[in-house]
C-alpha cells in the first residue's frame, strides 16, 4: 500500500450515466473523471487504506476510549 502513496484523489458529488448505470464523476471540458474507476484516481486504494486496514485499530479505540468513558459516566 506504501507504494501507492501519494494518493491521487478525486471526489464528486455528481453522478454520470455510464451504460445502464450512475457513476459518481466529476466533468472537465476534456473528460468525465470516474470516481470509482482505479484507472483514473485511487480513491479505492485510500478507502481500503483508511477503513479496511485501520478497522480493528478503529474498534479498539472506539471501545477503549469512547465506551469506556460512557460506562464511566453511566456508573457514576
Known amino acids: 500500500m506504501n507504494s501507492h502513496i501519494p494518493f491521487a484523489v ?3 458529488t455528481d453522478f454520470v450515466h455510464v451504460g445502464n448505470k450512475m ?3 466529476r466533468q472537465y471540458p476534456w473528460g ?3 470516481v470509482e ?7 479505492v486504494k485510500h ?4 477503513i479496511r486496514t485501520n ?8 471501545h477503549c476510549r469512547h465506551y469506556e468513558l460512557y ?3 453511566r456508573l457514576e
Do not use: F, P, W, Y
Request: charged share 40%; hydrophobic share 30%; net charge neutral.
Open 55 to 62: 478497522m480493528e485499530d478503529m474498534r479498539e479505540k472506539t
Open 23 to 25: 457513476i459518481g464523476a
Open 10 to 12: 478525486i471526489g464528486s
Open 32 to 34: 468525465t473523471v470516474q
Open 71 to 73: 460506562r464511566k459516566r
Open 37 to 43: 474507476n482505479e484507472s483514473h484516481c485511487d480513491i
Open 47 to 50: 478507502r481500503e487504506m483508511l
